[in-house]
Structures are given as structure tokens and as C-alpha cells.
């Protein structure tokens, strides 16, 4: 009945494991960024961040906003008076006109086709800290939520490490564009089942990070016909709501909900949809943290909104966004030209791939590309992505991030942003990439590579599919974290004082 | 809810994999569950809530939660955790909020109706805030061009602007009067205290596992260390007959306690100064607290959220200046809460972090942060405030005199009724002893006080049974959230309560 103590000063196994995802063979690539990051007049040889999923395009819009609205801040001579009020509420139901202008703001975003309720409208640190607390809510220790692949790196960590949440892949394949089939759907599952899993929910990312792509209604309405079969969650990220830049429109499951909720064939259960949103792709304020958890639940409301005391958004942020979302005609304009400029840098790349042979998922939304270079492969395995991933870092340098670190099952594919820089370094990755294809035209010339990897992330790649996902010692799995460098020398990271 | 510890069958449960891991260990019989233990198996939600009862040992409030257990079924659908009642906010601390939202005292619109005496907040120095960014709008706000603002906006990682890190650090030092050193490299960021301290928690234990708290401690820390981490709180007893100070006595028979319950102790939690004591720790008890987690090899975390709202500078001692004394041996178990919202007064803003001397700790706990970043546009504003040591010193300086001068407005207003308060020296509250007005010296006569003093003198104070407190009659009343005039009329509410009392 003794209770080994040994090494108590140890710490927790949540905090010794390495579900934060960052001992990843992936961070050679922000390494080799931090070291010698781009710089267009000071370092024009240095690597080019395309790994990193955010929206500079439209912020001289919201600058200046802000220049001709001093009230918005309570640091400026016209906002000032509003200082104490603000920085004493604490409240974690949030500045009532927040919250409105949130909802009113998520309603525009889909064409005012719904409405959203400010009450129903939950906060946390960042759609990071959102979709934690909504795990948290929805599923116990060991029990397991659905994704379809290929998803979003951090995940693994968002819904996991502190959880404790298990998740279980539906494969998706390029042979239908990556789209959700019924069959794999149920073959995940079952396949959880089978495992002795308590399948809790199914979570999606729609529009999809790394896709880039949009769901229709009919596989909306396939999905949502299943969970209230099998009686489980369903949790939509539509943190990329607004970066839709062409059509098919996006649908949410807000309306989908909306459609089927009052049709007595359907039998759906509002209880069981939850959204996640964010401002951080939308409108490229990923600083601010502002994460959004919305619930037709009101347990999980009520539940969420106290734990969202653990990540809560800084008032004067809440004040900020309050004043600049209730300018619907901003807004309005905003949406409008974000879209033009995405829809634009999107068809800069496309095209300019295109020209060297290279083919991308064809995509509606998103702030990056679904690149194609399988048939730069020599083999079609992991370890061919690999070398060609570090040679695209060595030899073009450009840090893009490989399938595989989103649980990609065919490699070859590469997530590249776009959005994150200006229209000459566009030119300029656009150009290396030329340069690259031209060189590996020659194909017995192959550049010499690191070949530095760790075994046992070799045989983690060699692993077959379904025994890498349930095997829960190996927790190496390859995972681009989010864009925290764990190198705080990065001009990327160092703050003008 | 996902409380669950190994039981006495640890061994069995470990051998078929389950245990540990929130799982059924398919036993079909624990002999340790009736009393309390639970083991690796699902429907924990009734043992869980045993669990609390056994925690809190109060007959009053034990009734209120055994009432609990027949709501507490797993809904539909959802966790354990969103269903339990762990987020403690059902507890009477809360709901003298309720009595006062409905009826919230305002000196001219509602001059009748219930003064929040429950809210730890700090307002008496809003004005030195307010008249410093007025002098300095332009580096508070992202300069006239706006044009730091896309970076600003841009920036997410949670190492944090360094010049924000570097200016929570040197007032942390300020706050110290300069006796401690504080690395920047050091300071993690989170979103608010609230957060630090589940984050540690996180960190330091595995569910099931314990920290040690001294009683009375403040009531949110029942939500804040225990919901969603899964750990306990084991009270360290401490009595009035030594002004509530942690003896090595009490600590060890909590660490004892712990063990004969087969629950293993992974750190000790104080709160320096305390709240809700309102005073704080002599460095000798620190030193003898220091010497206990390390000869039991676990960790300590020091609150010190109110170390700016010590009355007199040199009589706050901080953990930080009791290792460099040391040289630093044995801090690598050593960990510092602190925030701002109570000694600047902005809790709206988020602003927490965690000081560790540990190397791991501050790795693990940075990345957690994640979770719980501080906005950028916040770190912005505050990073030259802080920063500026004219302001901070004359700041803390002042803020010191008026808190000191609220407390002492207070406790000699309750002196004149015969009304005994603990000897404070710290803190937006004071610690006040009824315990000679109950009806009867148990938790149901001091919460049978407690709902007269909402009611009839419509006051939200805080009952010490809320707190943990061992002994009934004591009472939290925070005097630094009201303006003189309506601390005036509080005190003058209670005067004719006692008249009425006494006759």
C-alpha cells in the first residue's frame, strides 16, 4: 500500500509528456528561419516564413481605423475617460457590447444568412484556449473526439495534452480532393469502438487549414445527420470564416443547423453543435487573442463561460474590437477587401506554380495553398517528404510545412502560406520556387541533403497508419506547432521598444 | 466530475493498464471506495463529491453539497467536469454577489441598497494610473503613426514583448523595495493570476494528487486548483490562538493526513500576504515552510498578488528574498504567482505571471501559456508604464499610504462598536470576528449572520466558512472598492446592527 515517492519534486506527467507537440523534427524548420530570417533589404537571401498561417493583407484597413477613431482606445486623450470603467471589468461574460458586436460581426461574415446570439457568445485565449475549454467540457479523460485528415498540427495539443482526449482520424483522400466520405467516417468510428473508445465527438475545420478548401451542405448535413445518430458532438472551427475569397460560398453549420432544425424527418439536436472562432485569421489580429466559443448548448455555455475565467480577453481588447465591429460600414468594407486581396494573392501563386508545373488543391478560402510535389518524389514515403522538405529549407529556403505533419496519409502534399508578406516577397518565393524546379529537372543532379534524423522518428514514419494514431507511447508524431518559436531571437518574436 | 484516485489497488489496476488514466480498471469491487477513495472507474461523480465533504469538513455546507448529489447526474452528452461542482460557484461567496447585483448600493440612485464588501478590487489609486497615461499617451498607445500597430497586433508569442517581460520583472523588484532580483528570462505570461495558479497546478500534480493550503484561504482557489486538473486541496489547519500562522505543526499533520488518505503530496500553496487574512508571512515561518517542502521534497508556490499592497514596505517579506539569503539552494522548487490586478487595479486587463526557479518549469509552463496569452495590445500599453521607475516607486509608494489609511478607517470605525478585527498589515480587506454575536458558534450560526448582515445591514461581506476557515464567526470585508463616503456609510450600518444586537 506504499505509494512510490521517489523524485517527488519531479513534475506532472502532463507537463513531462511531449503532446505540446515542440520536440517535433519540424522546428529545423523554424530554426532555420530564426537564424537567417528574410529580410527584403537587410537579409534578401534569408529563409521565407511560409509556414506561418496569418493575414497580413488587410491590416492598413484596420490601422487606419484605428487612426480616425481615437475613442476606441482607452489610452488616447478621447478614450481615456473610459479607462478605470474598463480596466476594473472582469467580468468573464464579457463587455455586453462585445459580445453584440461579435455575434453581429459572425452573422455578416455569412451573409447575414444567421443570426447569432451575443448570449450564447463565450470567450477564451484564442481559439487555442477556446477549443481546450470546449474539450473540457465535452469529453472525459481517454475519450475520443473525430478529425478528419489532414488537419491542423496543433491540435494534438489543443484538444489533447491537458484533456486527455484521444483523436481518431477519418482518412481522407486526394482521389476526391480530401473530402469527408460517408464510408470513412463510419470506418473511424467503428474503428474506435473496436478500441474501447468512447467516441465523444467529431471536430472539424471548415474552411480547412491545410485545404484551404470549403465544406458543401451536403456533406454538412451528412455529418450532422451522423453525430445525432451516434449521439455525439460536433465541433466546427470556422476560425477561416471570412477568408473566403471565391466560390463555392461558405456555408456554416450555423445555417445548416438552421435548416434542419425544424425539419421533424431530420431529429437534430441543437445541444450538439458548437462553433469555434477566432479573429486571428479573419482579421489578422492573432495577438489580441481573441477566441470565441459558441454553443447551442446551455450547459456547455454555462460551462464554458466559467472556465473561461482561466482565459479571459483583456478588456481594453474587448472595448477595442467592440468600437471597430459596430462600425458595420468598416466592417462591411473590410470583409469586402480582405476577400479581393486574398482572392488576388492566392491566383499570384497559383498561377506562378502552375507555370512550374506545380499543382495545388484547388481552394476557395484559406491563407495558404495545398501544394502538390509528389512527383518530386523518388518514392512516394514519408522519408522522401522529409528530404524534400529539408531541401526546399536548405536549397530554396523556404520554410513550407510537409503533409505529414498534418496526419497527411499520402505524401508529397505541402501547406504554403501566402498572406504573411508583402507583394515583393511573393515575387520573390514565387522565383526561388522557379529556380528549384528547374534545378531538379536535372534529376540525376540531386543537392546533397543533412541527412541528420533521428532513428526513431524514421521508424515513426515507417509505421503503418492506423498503428501510428492508436499507439499512444509514440508521441513523436511530426506536428508544426503554432507560431511559437521556441528561439525568442527572431526578429519575428523581438518586440520594438 | 474526473476526480478520480488510484485506489488501494493500485498495483492490480497499474498491471491491466487502466489506472492512472481516467479509465475503468474493470474491477468490480474496490475495497477502498467506501470511504471514499475512489478507483480508476467512471461513475465518479457521487465519490467525487464524498471527496469534497471530507475537504471542506463544514456541517453547513456539507448539507448544501450532500443536496448536490442528486442534481449531480452526468447530463447528456457532456464531461464530468462540466457537470460537477467544482467550479464552487455555488458556494455563499458567490452568492452575496447575487444579493448585490439585484440590489447593487449607489449613493444617490440606490442609497439603501447592498454594499459589495465581497470584492477584493483595488480603486483608491486609479487616479495616479489615470494622470500617468495621460502624461504618456503616446507610448501607451501605439504612437501617434499607429504604425506599431500591425506588429503589435501580429505578435502571439508567448515568450511575450520582451519589454513587457523586462518591466513585469523590475516591478517586481520595485514592489520588493529592490530586496529581490527578478530575471526576466524567468517571467512567464499568463492571463491573470486565475490562470498561473491552475497552470502550475498542472504542472506540478497528476490527478488525485494534493497541495497542501494553509486555512482560511481565498475561495476561488478551490475552482482554480482543483476543476479541471483533477487535484485536491489538503487544508493545513491554522488557528486563531496564534493569529492563523502555519506552524510546522500544522504541516505536517496535513502532509500526514494526506498520506493516511493514500494521497500524494506534491506541493505546499500559500498566499503572501494573505488573503483572507490581510497580513503577512514573518520570514521566519517562511523559512520554516521552506525547510518542510524541501525535506518532503515537493514543491512550494507563493501567491504573492498582493505583495504592493503591504501597508508598510519593510514588512512584507518575499519568498524571492528569503532564496537569495540561501543562494538559491533547493529553488528549483520554488515558483511565484503574481498579477496585477490587485495592486495596480486592473483585473479587466489579464495580467498574470508565473516566476519559477525552475528551468522546466518555465519551459512547460510558457508553452502551456498558450492557452492563456495577454493581449498583446495590453503588454504593449503596460510595458512603458512599468517600466518607468519614477512612476512605479512613487506609485507603490502612495498606494501603500492609502491602503493603510482605508484599513485603519476601517478598523477603528469597527472598534467603536466592539468589534475585534485580526491584526492586518496588508491586503484590500480586513479579517473580522463576529464570533461573539452568533447565535450559536458553529458554521450554521455564522452563516445565519452572514444572510442577516446581507439582508437587514445589506452588506456582501464574505463568511470564513467560504474560506475554509476552521473556526466559525470570522468574516472577509474588503474596504478598498468604495470610496470613503460609502465606506462610511457601511461603517455606520454596522454601528446601529450592533445597537440592535446588543439591546
Given at each position: 500500500m506504499v505509494i512510490l515517492r521517489e523524485n517527488q519534486a519531479l513534475l506532472s506527467k502532463i507537463a513531462t509528456s511531449?503532446?505540446?507537440?515542440?520536440?517535433?523534427?519540424?522546428f529545423d524548420g523554424w530554426k532555420a528561419y530564426d537564424q537567417d530570417p528574410f529580410h527584403l533589404?537587410?537579409?534578401?537571401?534569408g529563409v521565407i516564413q511560409m509556414g506561418l498561417a496569418e493575414?497580413?493583407?488587410?491590416l492598413d484597413l484596420i490601422e487606419k481605423w484605428v487612426a480616425k477613431h481615437?475613442?476606441?482606445?482607452?489610452?488616447t486623450k478621447d478614450g481615456i475617460s473610459q479607462f478605470k470603467e474598463i480596466a476594473n471589468f472582469q467580468d468573464y461574460h464579457g463587455l455586453y457590447e462585445f459580445r453584440k458586436a461579435i455575434a453581429k460581426f459572425m452573422g455578416k461574415v455569412r451573409g447575414n444568412r444567421v443570426a447569432f446570439d451575443p448570449d450564447r457568445i463565450v470567450m477564451g485565449g484564442g481559439a487555442t484556449g477556446a477549443s481546450e475549454s470546449l474539450m473540457f467540457c465535452l469529453a472525459d479523460p481517454g475519450d475520443g473526439f473525430l478529425v478528419p485528415t489532414p488537419?491542423?498540427?496543433a491540435f494534438g495539443r489543443d484538444?489533447?495534452?491537458?484533456?486527455r482526449v484521444q483523436l481518431l482520424p477519418i482518412i481522407c483522400n486526394?482521389?476526391?480532393?480530401f473530402k469527408i466520405t460517408k464510408e470513412a467516417l463510419e470506418s473511424a468510428y467503428e474503428n474506435a469502438i473496436a478500441s474501447n473508445i468512447k467516441v465523444k465527438g467529431l471536430i472539424i475545420t471548415n474552411p480547412s487549414n491545410p485545404l484551404g478548401t470549403t465544406m458543401d451542405k451536403e456533406t454538412l448535413k451528412t455529418l450532422m445527420r451522423f453525430i445525432n445518430e451516434k449521439n455525439i458532438h460536433i465541433v466546427c472551427d470556422?476560425?477561416?470564416?471570412?477568408?473566403?475569397?471565391?466560390?463555392p460560398e461558405f456555408v456554416s453549420i450555423s445555417e445548416v443547423l438552421q435548416e434542419m432544425e425544424h425539419d421533424p424527418m431530420s431529429?437534430?439536436?441543437?445541444?450538439l453543435v458548437h462553433i469555434i472562432y477566432s479573429l486571428s485569421k479573419d482579421m489578422g489580429?492573432?495577438?489580441?487573442?481573441v477566441g470565441i466559443l459558441y454553443s447551442y448548448n446551455d450547459n456547455v455555455v454555462s460551462s464554458a463561460r466559467k472556465m473561461s475565467s482561466f482565459g479571459l480577453i483583456s478588456s481594453q481588447t474587448q472595448y477595442f474590437l467592440a468600437s471597430i465591429l459596430s462600425d458595420e460600414e468598416f466592417v462591411e468594407g473590410f470583409l469586402s477587401e480582405s476577400s479581393k486581396r486574398l482572392a488576388k494573392r492566392h491566383k499570384t501563386f497559383t498561377q506562378g506554380l502552375e507555370k512550374e508545373g506545380i499543382t495545388c488543391?484547388?481552394?476557395?478560402?484559406?491563407?495558404f495553398v495545398w501544394m502538390?510535389?509528389?512527383?518530386?518524389?523518388?518514392?512516394?514515403?514519408f522519408d522522401e517528404e522529409m528530404d524534400l522538405w529539408r531541401l526546399i529549407i536548405s536549397d530554396v529556403k523556404l520554410n513550407v510545412s510537409p503533409g505529414s505533419s498534418f496526419?497527411?496519409?499520402?505524401?508529397?502534399w505541402f501547406r504554403v502560406c501566402?498572406?504573411?508578406?508583402?507583394d515583393q516577397t511573393a515575387e520573390i518565393a514565387l522565383k526561388r520556387i522557379h529556380a528549384f524546379v528547374v534545378k531538379k529537372?536535372?534529376?540525376?543532379?540531386r543537392a546533397p541533403m543533412n541527412?541528420?534524423?533521428?532513428k526513431s522518428f524514421q521508424k515513426n514514419l515507417r509505421l503503418s497508419f492506423s498503428s501510428r494514431l492508436y499507439d499512444?507511447?509514440?508521441?513523436?508524431?511530426p506536428r508544426v506547432m503554432s507560431?511559437?518559436?521556441?528561439?525568442?531571437?527572431s526578429p519575428l518574436v523581438q518586440a520594438k521598444t | 466530475m474526473s476526480m478520480w484516485r488510484p485506489c488501494a489497488e493500485v498495483e492490480r489496476c497499474v498491471g491491466k493498464g487502466a489506472?492512472?488514466?481516467?479509465?475503468?480498471?474493470?474491477?468490480?469491487?474496490?475495497?477502498?471506495?467506501?470511504?471514499g477513495v475512489v478507483c480508476?472507474?467512471?461513475?465518479s461523480g457521487v465519490v467525487g463529491l464524498i471527496l469534497s465533504i471530507t475537504q471542506i469538513k463544514l456541517d453547513g455546507l456539507s448539507l448544501f453539497v450532500l443536496m448536490a448529489i442528486e442534481i449531480v447526474q452526468p447530463s447528456v452528452g457532456l464531461s464530468k467536469m462540466a457537470v460537477?461542482?467544482?467550479?464552487?460557484?455555488?458556494s455563499p461567496y458567490f452568492a452575496g454577489w447575487k444579493a448585490y447585483d439585484e440590489n447593487p448600493y449607489h449613493e444617490?440612485?440606490?442609497?439603501t441598497g447592498v454594499i459589495q464588501m465581497g470584492l477584493a478590487e483595488?480603486?483608491?489609486?486609479?487616479d495616479l494610473l489615470e494622470e500617468y497615461l495621460e502624461a504618456n499617451l503616446e507610448a501607451t498607445n501605439?504612437?501617434?503613426?499607429?504604425?506599431?500597430f500591425r506588429e503589435n497586433a501580429l505578435f502571439q508569442d508567448y515568450h511575450g514583448l520582451l519589454s513587457f517581460r523586462k518591466a513585469m520583472a523590475s516591478f517586481m523588484e520595485e514592489v520588493r523595495g529592490g530586496k529581490a532580483k527578478f530575471d526576466p528570462e524567468r517571467v512567464v505570461l499568463t492571463a491573470g493570476a486565475t490562470a498561473a495558479n491552475e497552470l502550475l497546478t498542472f504542472i506540478l500534480a497528476d490527478p488525485g494528487d494534493a497541495l497542501l493550503v494553509p486555512t482560511?484561504?481565498?475561495?476561488g482557489f478551490d475552482r482554480d486548483?482543483?476543476?479541471?486538473?483533477g487535484v485536491q486541496i489538503v487544508p493545513i489547519h491554522c488557528e486563531?490562538?496564534?493569529?492563523f500562522q502555519i506552524t510546522p505543526e500544522a504541516l505536517e499533520a496535513a502532509y500526514d493526513h494526506a498520506r493516511s488518505m493514500n494521497i500524494k503530496v506534491r506541493g505546499v500553496l500559500i498566499t503572501n500576504p494573505s488573503n483572507p487574512l490581510g497580513a503577512t508571512i514573518q520570514r521566519k515561518v517562511l523559512e520554516e515552510i521552506l525547510d518542510f517542502v524541501t525535506r518532503k521534497n515537493i514543491h512550494l508556490v507563493t501567491d504573492e498578488i498582493y505583495s504592493g499592497s503591504?501597508?508598510?514596505?519593510?514588512e512584507f517579506v518575499s519568498i524571492a528574498e528569503v532564496l537569495e539569503s540561501r543562494?538559491?539552494?533547493?529553488?528549483?522548487?520554488c515558483h511565484i504567482v503574481y498579477s496585477l490586478s490587485k495592486d495596480l487595479g486592473?483585473?479587466?486587463?489579464r495580467v498574470g505571471t508565473i516566476y519559477s526557479y525552475n528551468d522546466q518549469v518555465v519551459t512547460t509552463a510558457r508553452r502551456m501559456s498558450s492557452f492563456t496569452l495577454i493581449s498583446s495590445q495590453t503588454q504593449f500599453l503596460l510595458a512603458s508604464m512599468l517600466s518607468d521607475k519614477e512612476f512605479t516607486q512613487k506609485y507603490i509608494k502612495i498606494n501603500r499610504e492609502r491602503l493603510r489609511k482605508r484599513y485603519e478607517m476601517i478598523i477603528n470605525g469597527l472598534k467603536k462598536v466592539g468589534i475585534e478585527c485580526l491584526k492586518g498589515n496588508a491586503g484590500l480587506f480586513c479579517w473580522m470576528n463576529l464570533s461573539p454575536y452568533l447565535?450559536?458558534?458553529t458554521i450554521k450560526g455564522e452563516l445565519e449572520m452572514w444572510k442577516t448582515i446581507m439582508h437587514e445591514v445589506r452588506l456582501n461581506i464574505s463568511p470564513g466558512s467560504s474560506c475554509h476557515?476552521?473556526?466559525?464567526g470570522w468574516f472577509r470585508v474588503c474596504?478598498?472598492?468604495?470610496?470613503e463616503e460609502t465606506l462610511e456609510v457601511a461603517l455606520s450600518r454596522i454601528h446601529e446592527f450592533i445597537k440592535t444586537r446588543k439591546q
Open positions: 511531449d503532446q505540446h507537440g515542440e520536440n517535433s523534427p519540424y533589404t537587410e537579409n534578401p537571401n493575414n497580413q493583407l488587410s481615437p475613442k476606441s482606445s482607452i489610452c488537419y491542423y498540427p484538444l489533447r495534452w491537458r484533456t486526394s482521389s476526391n480532393d470556422e476560425i477561416y470564416a471570412a477568408t473566403i475569397f471565391n466560390t431529429l437534430i439536436n441543437p445541444g489580429l492573432p495577438g489580441f487573442r488543391l484547388a481552394s476557395n478560402a484559406g491563407l502538390d510535389l509528389h512527383r518530386l518524389l523518388k518514392k512516394p514515403t496526419q497527411c496519409v499520402e505524401p508529397g501566402f498572406a504573411n508578406m508583402d529537372g536535372r534529376r540525376n543532379e541527412n541528420k534524423r533521428s499512444e507511447t509514440n508521441m513523436m508524431s507560431p511559437h518559436s521556441p528561439f525568442p531571437r | 489506472a492512472g488514466e481516467g479509465r475503468s480498471c474493470g474491477e468490480t469491487s474496490c475495497s477502498r471506495a467506501g470511504s480508476g472507474r467512471e461513475e460537477s461542482e467544482t467550479h464552487g460557484e455555488d444617490t440612485c440606490n442609497p483595488n480603486q483608491v489609486s486609479f501605439w504612437g501617434q503613426k499607429v504604425s506599431g482560511p484561504y481565498y475561495p486548483l482543483r476543476w479541471r486538473t486563531r490562538s496564534n493569529n503591504a501597508f508598510y514596505a519593510d543562494n538559491y539552494k533547493d529553488s528549483e522548487r486592473l483585473p479587466g486587463f447565535k450559536e458558534p476557515c476552521s473556526e466559525p474596504f478598498a472598492n468604495m470610496s
